[in-house]
């Protein structure tokens, strides 16, 4: 073992020597890119579905006290 010289161009890549890692990497960037798509349309569709809630009493929404009825009922007593 001591007599053994080590030969650094022995570490260097050779072009498309690992096409196996290369394709698993793809496929990961692949995953998380339509991940990051799929949560982008949940976010999209939540916004989309409470903005009348939104435009019409935003900030009631939020510090409305609590009642029975859906149409004056906030969210406060939920956060509290």
Request: no cysteine.
């Given at each position: 073992?001591?007599?053994e010289s080590f030969d650094p161009t022995a570490l260097r890549r050779q072009p498309g020597?690992?096409?196996a890692g290369q394709s698993f990497y793809g496929?990961?960037?692949l995953a998380v890119i339509v991940a990051f798509a799929l949560v982008g349309a949940v976010i999209w569709d939540v916004l989309q579905g409470s903005y009348d809630?939104?435009?019409e009493r935003a900030w009631s929404f939020l510090?409305?006290?609590f009642s029975f009825d859906p149409e004056v009922?906030?969210?406060s007593?939920?956060?509290r």
């Open positions: 073992m001591r007599g020597a690992d096409r496929l990961i960037l809630i939104m435009s510090t409305s006290p009922a906030g969210v007593q939920g956060i």
